[in-house]
C-alpha cells in the first residue's frame, strides 16, 4: 500500500496571503486524536496568530479516492485504517460504490464479511454456482415438487451444455452484464 496523507493548510495564513501548513501521515493505526495534535501543531506554528480554522488542501490516497476540503476526521482515520487493512480491493469498492461518500457502508460490508474477493472469474461463477444448487436443494428438501429446468436461474440453464459441463467463463460473464458492471474485477 503506498503512503496515505494528507496536507493540512492554515486558513488565516491562507487568507492573509501566507502559504502555512504540513503534510500529515496517516500511519497504519492512526488514531483520529492523533489527527488533531497535528493540526493543532500547523495552527500554533501559523504565521497569524491565534488561527483557528484549516482545510485539507491536498491528499495521497490510492485509486483515486478523493476527499473534500472539510472531512470528517474521524472518517479520514478510519478510512486510512482500512486502506492499510483491506488494501487494494477497499480502494477499488469505494470507488465502484461512490467514493468516501459510502465509507462507512463498505466499512461494514468489508467488517461483516458480506463483501467477498475471490482469486478469480472461475471462482465467483463456482461459488455462485454453488449458492444456486444450495438453494435448489433447500427448495426441494422442504417437500416442494422437484425443480424443472425452467426453474433454474437463466444464468446456469444458458451455461450447462448436454455433456452436463458447466461453463464458469460464460456464467461470469453473464452474472458481470446482468450486475451492471457491480461486480469488481480485482483478480491478481
Given at each position: 500500500?503506498?503512503?496515505?496523507?494528507?496536507?493540512?493548510?492554515?486558513?488565516?495564513?491562507?487568507?492573509?496571503?501566507?502559504?502555512?501548513?504540513?503534510?500529515?501521515?496517516?500511519?497504519?493505526?492512526?488514531e483520529v486524536d492523533e489527527i488533531h495534535e497535528a493540526i493543532a501543531e500547523i495552527?500554533?506554528?501559523?504565521?497569524?496568530?491565534?488561527?483557528?480554522?484549516?482545510?485539507?488542501?491536498?491528499?495521497?490516497?490510492?485509486?483515486?479516492?478523493?476527499?473534500?476540503?472539510?472531512?470528517?476526521?474521524?472518517?479520514?482515520?478510519?478510512?486510512?485504517?482500512?486502506?492499510?487493512?483491506?488494501?487494494?480491493?477497499?480502494?477499488?469498492?469505494?470507488?465502484?460504490?461512490?467514493?468516501?461518500?459510502?465509507?462507512?457502508?463498505?466499512?461494514?460490508?468489508?467488517?461483516?464479511?458480506?463483501?467477498?474477493?475471490?482469486?478469480?472469474?472461475?471462482?465467483?461463477?463456482?461459488?455462485?454456482?454453488?449458492?444456486?444448487?444450495?438453494?435448489?436443494?433447500?427448495?426441494?428438501?422442504?417437500?416442494?415438487?422437484?425443480?424443472?429446468?425452467?426453474?433454474?436461474?437463466?444464468?446456469?440453464?444458458?451455461?450447462?451444455?448436454?455433456?452436463?459441463?458447466?461453463?464458469y467463463e460464460a456464467s461470469y460473464r453473464d452474472l458481470y452484464e446482468m450486475s451492471?458492471?457491480?461486480?469488481?474485477?480485482?483478480?491478481?
Amino acid at each position: 500500500m503506498e503512503d496515505i496523507r494528507i496536507y493540512v493548510a492554515c486558513l488565516a495564513s491562507y487568507v492573509g496571503g501566507h502559504l502555512h501548513g504540513e503534510w500529515i501521515d496517516l500511519n497504519p493505526g492512526v488514531e483520529v486524536d492523533e489527527i488533531h495534535e497535528a493540526i493543532a501543531e500547523i495552527l500554533k506554528s501559523s504565521p497569524i496568530h491565534n488561527a483557528e480554522e484549516w482545510a485539507v488542501h491536498d491528499y495521497e490516497l490510492p485509486s483515486g479516492l478523493r476527499l473534500s476540503e472539510y472531512p470528517d476526521l474521524e472518517m479520514v482515520a478510519l478510512l486510512a485504517n482500512a486502506l492499510y487493512t483491506y488494501d487494494e480491493p477497499f480502494a477499488a469498492a469505494l470507488n465502484d460504490c461512490g467514493g468516501v461518500d459510502n465509507f462507512y457502508y463498505i466499512l461494514d460490508t468489508f467488517e461483516n464479511g458480506s463483501w467477498r474477493v475471490f482469486g478469480s472469474k472461475h471462482e465467483l461463477a463456482e461459488d455462485i454456482l454453488e449458492m444456486a444448487w444450495d438453494s435448489v436443494g433447500a427448495f426441494t428438501r422442504y417437500g416442494s415438487s422437484p425443480i424443472e429446468w425452467s426453474d433454474l436461474p437463466g444464468v446456469i440453464q444458458n451455461n450447462i451444455d448436454m455433456d452436463a459441463v458447466y461453463d464458469y467463463e460464460a456464467s461470469y460473464r453473464d452474472l458481470y452484464e446482468m450486475s451492471d458492471g457491480s461486480i469488481l474485477e480485482l483478480y491478481g
